[in-house]
Nanobody, 119 residues
Framework: QVQLVESGGGLVQPGGSLRLSCVAS????????MGWYRQAPGRQRELVVT???????NYVDSVKGRFAISRDNVKKTVYLQMNSLKPEDTAVYFC?????????????WGQGTQVTVSS
């Protein structure tokens, strides 16, 4: 069973930075896409950013220019560097990985890490 373990969340002041990490229990080459989602209280889980095996990224408009996703295939880790954080970025952040399978892709999720932006 694939495991994704997130870390790096915490409390930060507006304008501050955090770096989230997602470590996979197996090679991340086996996933055709990985990404970060977030869920704020009372809201649905939303996509933040994804990255494909070839390095193509897709960011939600609200984080463009502030967040950056990267991957280290050797360490089996995907990172999310978050800069210029705003109170509206407060949420539980989840790592996601998708693997091709017929008839539908397999989805894997981490347990989530809390990010709180507050003064």
């Amino acid at each position: 069973q694939v495991q994704l373990v997130e870390s790096g969340g915490g409390l930060v002041q507006p304008g501050g930075s955090l770096r989230l990490s997602c470590v996979a229990s197996e090679s991340i080459f086996s996933f055709y896409i990985m990404g970060w989602y977030r869920q704020a209280p009372g809201r649905q889980r939303e996509l933040v950013v994804t990255i494909t095996n070839s390095g193509t990224t897709n960011y939600v408009d609200s984080v463009k220019g502030r967040f950056a996703i990267s991957r280290d295939n050797v360490k089996k880790t995907v990172y999310l560097q978050m800069n210029s954080l705003k109170p509206e970025d407060t949420a539980v952040y989840f790592c996601n990985a998708k693997r091709h399978q017929f008839p539908a892709p397999l989805d894997y999720w981490g347990q989530g890490t809390q990010v709180t932006v507050s003064s």
